[in-house]
C-alpha cells in the first residue's frame, strides 16, 4: 500500500513540473545591445531614436551614477546663441525631456529616421574615442519653425563607464559647410525646451 501511495505521488509532482511556452516579455526594450565598445553606442543611440525608445536614449549617455565623465551638450553656435539660457543648464534630464517630447508629438504610427554619413573615428585612445558624421534627422512634428529634416553634424566624445561599458560623455552638434539654413538637432532640442 505504500508502494502503491508513494508511485501517485510521485507521478503527481512529475506531472506538475512539466514545461510550459515562454511567454513574451512585456513591455518593448528595443534593439539595444550591451555597450562594450563605443561604435555599440552610436548603434544604440541611432536604433532608440529611430524606436522612440526613450529609455535606451538615455542609456547612451553619460550619467553620474555610472560614469565619472559629466554628460555635455554643445549646441551648434546659431542654435546656441538663439537659446543661449537653455543650453546654460543643459544635462541628461534636459535631454531626455526633449526627447520625450519630440516622441509624445509625433502619430503612434510615425517614426523618426536617421541617416549618418560620411562617418569618421576623429581621435581614439583606451579611454575615450570621437565619433564624427554627418546626419539627416527627419521627424515631422507640424512645427511652423522647426523644419522636418533636420541636418548637421555631430561629434560624439564616447568614453567607458565605471562598469566598463561605454556611453557619450559629449555631444558637439555643427551646421555642416555646404548648409545655407540652420536646421541642426540643436534648433529641435532647443525648440521642445521652450
Same mark, same amino acid.
Given at each position: ?14 506531472g ?10 512585456? +513591455?518593448d ?18 536604433n ?31 542654435v +546656441?546663441?538663439?537659446y ?22 509625433l502619430p ?6 536617421? #541617416? ?25 512634428l507640424?512645427?511652423?519653425?522647426? $523644419? ?9 566624445? #564616447?568614453?567607458?563607464?565605471?562598469? +566598463?561599458?561605454?556611453?557619450i560623455?559629449?555631444?558637439?552638434d555643427?551646421?555642416? $559647410?555646404?548648409?545655407? #539654413? ?13
Amino acid at each position: 500500500m505504500r508502494t502503491a501511495l508513494l508511485h501517485i505521488l510521485m507521478a503527481a509532482l512529475i506531472g506538475g513540473c512539466a514545461t510550459r511556452t515562454p511567454e513574451e516579455p512585456s +513591455g518593448d526594450r528595443g534593439t539595444y545591445e550591451p555597450p562594450t565598445s563605443p561604435l555599440i553606442v552610436v548603434d544604440n543611440l541611432r536604433n532608440a531614436v529611430i524606436e522612440k525608445n526613450t529609455q535606451n536614449f538615455t542609456l547612451c549617455l553619460a550619467d553620474p551614477s555610472r560614469s565619472s565623465a559629466a554628460y555635455a551638450f554643445e549646441p551648434s553656435a546659431e542654435v +546656441g546663441a538663439r537659446y543661449q539660457a537653455v543650453f546654460a543648464s543643459w544635462s541628461v534630464d534636459r535631454e531626455r525631456q526633449s526627447f520625450l517630447s519630440m516622441i509624445s508629438r509625433l502619430p503612434v504610427d510615425q517614426r523618426p529616421t536617421l #541617416v549618418f554619413a560620411n562617418t569618421q573615428v576623429a581621435f581614439s585612445s583606451p579611454d575615450s574615442l570621437v565619433w564624427v558624421s554627418d546626419y539627416e534627422l527627419t521627424v515631422r512634428l507640424n512645427i511652423t519653425a522647426l $523644419p522636418s529634416l533636420l541636418t548637421g553634424t555631430m561629434a560624439l566624445t #564616447v568614453t567607458p563607464e565605471k562598469s +566598463g561599458l561605454w556611453s557619450i560623455s559629449r555631444w558637439r552638434d555643427a551646421k555642416r $559647410p555646404g548648409d545655407t #539654413v540652420e536646421s541642426t538637432w540643436s534648433l529641435l532640442k532647443g525648440q521642445l525646451s521652450n
